[in-house]
């Protein structure tokens, strides 16, 4: 199975036209298409349903995509790392959620920086779901999330848990106001804590499902939300918000996973990890 055969294949799933994925490798489609024909031949059964509207996945295709990418990415990752200049010993590859990196991965990249300069090191932001499949295919090595990821070859590390509070750029009193509430969304475990401790809450007059951009939204046209302490603690401190004292405290698990081979090149991760239980 020849490399530039998952190359096509994977071009013409994404394209979805045999003719857009020839210009983006810069073949002809003559040559898209024998390569596609021998991926299948190699594969057993038709990967690419070829229809004049555009090329679509059969069944098999779908199954097939995840371990082309796969493919794929490993192999960009072996010509990096047996590519690496003197100075670099190894790579890793950090995914972060969005809300994650002030305080938690930006502390294992200034750790990198300082014991480990022969790191090197790239961060990708996303969703859970996101960090979920780059680990499952590969993209990532190691992961800052609110829900530990269950797969094979990962070990689990529970960090500091993030304290969530109630804070306002109002008084106490307008804090309450409906036409004030902003909504972030923490996860599952936080809706039903939250739905318990405010049952007869009315509709928000904003939502958001990062804590900071509800963060920059409070500042630029105010109003009241919950916050982790870590992102609203400087404006607490200056006054440019304040903590509603009366509302109830909520709590957010915070994981770092990452895969055994990683841990075992950088030790700094174990140190990172026992500064970022305490």
């Not at 304290?163 to 307008?174: G, P, Y």
Request: hydrophobic share 45%; aromatic share 8%.
């Amino acid at each position: 199975m020849q490399l530039s055969a998952i190359q096509t294949f994977l071009a013409v799933a994404e394209t979805g036209a045999l003719s857009r994925a020839a210009d983006r490798l810069n073949v002809s489609q003559s040559t898209v298409t024998a390569r596609l024909n021998a991926l299948e031949d190699q594969i057993g059964q038709p990967l690419i349903h070829r229809r004049r509207s555009g090329a679509e996945l059969t069944p098999a295709g779908f199954k097939f995509q995840r371990y082309a990418e796969l493919i794929g990415q490993l192999w960009k990752q072996a010509q990096l790392e047996t590519s690496l200049p003197a100075a670099i010993s190894s790579v890793c590859n950090i995914g972060c959620h969005f809300d994650l990196w002030s305080g938690y991965a930006d502390a294992l990249v200034r750790m990198l920086k300082q014991r480990a300069p022969g790191v090197a090191f790239s961060v990708w932001p996303g969703e859970q779901t996101d960090i979920d499949r780059w680990l499952g295919n590969g993209l990532i090595e190691a992961a800052f999330c609110h829900a530990p990821p269950q797969m094979d070859g990962l070990t689990h590390h529970a960090l500091r848990p993030e304290k969530l509070l109630m804070c306002s750029t109002l008084d106490v009193m307008a804090a309450n106001d409906q036409q004030a509430q902003v909504y972030v969304d923490f996860g599952e475990a936080f809706r039903r804590d939250h739905a318990k401790a405010f049952a007869n809450a009315a509709t928000p007059m904003a939502t958001f499902g990062s804590a900071a951009l509800a963060l920059d939204y409070l500042i630029e046209y105010g109003g009241t939300a919950y916050l982790p302490m870590r992102l609203a603690e400087p404006y607490l401190d200056s006054g440019v918000l304040k903590r509603i004292p009366t509302a109830p405290i909520f709590s957010r698990s915070v994981w770092f996973a990452c895969m055994e081979r990683v841990e075992a090149l950088t030790p700094v991760i174990g140190e990172y990890v026992t500064e970022l239980r305490q």
